[in-house]
């Protein structure tokens, strides 16, 4: 009997310390932080420059928390005078050292992907990746967002073209809403 019982015991005193030990779960690092800067709502002026005859139109982005860890993006607006939706996920990869994207919208059945690094200043976030070019195949592309200061950036779409030389696609300035104004906008898009 006592043979028999000795697994038993065995199993539960090594199954008392492990139960009681949680796994820490991860925490939003300094990399994470610096994205929760994107939260809120922004009107953008878009100039297209890429395609033909340039073009101004406007649009809104609203940047909204998930966990701390990725911040996710939707816009509407209008491009090319045809209505634009949008929405896209950032967040910092630890693995890869890197700040990660995901990014689709209303005019391209393919979902785009990019990644990338901030300079030394934290200013200017370059991301590359690939995306559909206006004849529909895929090609090398590359954005660049710089803050102007906590309530303006600027980001640039760049297409790599056949000739391997890069053009600017698109630029797009936003400015953050404040007070009401951007109350109201969560409340509009629903």
């Known amino acids: 009997m006592r043979i028999r019982l000795l697994p038993v015991f065995c199993s ?52 909204k928390p998930m966990g701390g860890f990725w911040f996710v993006d939707a816009f509407a607006g209008s491009f090319a005078g045809a209505p634009f939706l949008g929405h896209g996920v950032i967040g910092y990869d630890p693995v890869k050292k890197k700040y990660v994207q995901s990014w689709c919208d209303s005019m391209s059945p393919m979902l785009m992907m990019f990644e990338g690094t901030f300079d030394k ?36 779409l760049f297409e790599t073209g056949p000739d391997g030389k ?10 953050r809403r404040t007070g009401k104004a951007a109350e109201n906008a969560g409340a509009n898009r629903k």
């Open 12 to 63: 539960l005193a090594l199954a008392v310390p492990l139960a009681a030990q949680q796994p820490e779960m991860p925490k939003p690092g300094p990399e994470h932080q610096r994205l929760a800067k994107e939260v809120g709502t922004w009107d953008a002026v878009i100039e297209s420059t890429g395609m033909g005859k340039p073009e101004k139109s406007k649009g809104e982005n609203e940047t």
């Open 121 to 156: 200043d934290g200013k200017v976030l370059t991301m590359t990746g690939s995306g559909p070019s206006t004849g529909g195949k895929t090609v090398a592309m590359r954005t660049v967002t710089t803050w102007k200061d906590d309530n303006t950036k600027v980001f640039e």
């Open 166 to 175: 890069e053009m600017r696609m698109l630029t797009i300035t936003y400015t």
